[in-house]
């Protein structure tokens, strides 16, 4: 029922900055938790920041804490990751996705929605 879309994506030097977007299709949007995840070549995927349904609590990975934002637009369906200060471990391909509807996503398990992905590298 849900599909997912990122963008925005693409090359840019250490320091600089990005927004990612993630465009979804649904009926449920408003009442999902979303996410940014991201893998590395060689790498596990790995969770980067959440956002709950209203936008009222997001979670965000230590690693990227004080760096990235993530928000949303509940009447445009869309979620954002602004993401500041890049560095070159944050290369990546990064993913959207969507969690049950009314379900705090403890787990990745919990997001039943994916993106197909896009590419952010970090160059030093």
């Known amino acids: 029922q849900v599909q997912l879309g990122e963008s925005g994506g693409g090359l840019v030097q250490a320091g600089g900055s990005l927004r990612l977007s993630c465009a979804a299709s649904g009926r449920t949007f408003s009442t999902s938790w979303m996410g940014w995840f991201r893998q590395a070549p060689g790498k596990e995927r790995e969770s980067v920041a959440a956002?709950?349904?209203?936008?009222?609590?997001?979670d965000y990975a230590d690693s990227v804490r004080g760096r990235f934002t993530i928000s949303r637009d509940n009447a445009k369906n869309t979620v954002y990751l602004q993401m500041n200060s890049l560095k070159p471990e944050d290369t990546a391909v990064y993913y959207c996705?969507?969690?049950?509807?009314?379900?705090?996503?403890?787990?990745?398990?919990?997001?039943?929605?994916w993106g197909q992905g896009t590419q952010v590298t970090v160059s030093s």
């Open positions: 996705a969507a969690a049950r509807p009314y379900y705090y996503p403890t787990t990745s398990g919990a997001y039943v929605h």
């Open positions: 956002i709950s349904g209203s936008g009222g609590r997001t």
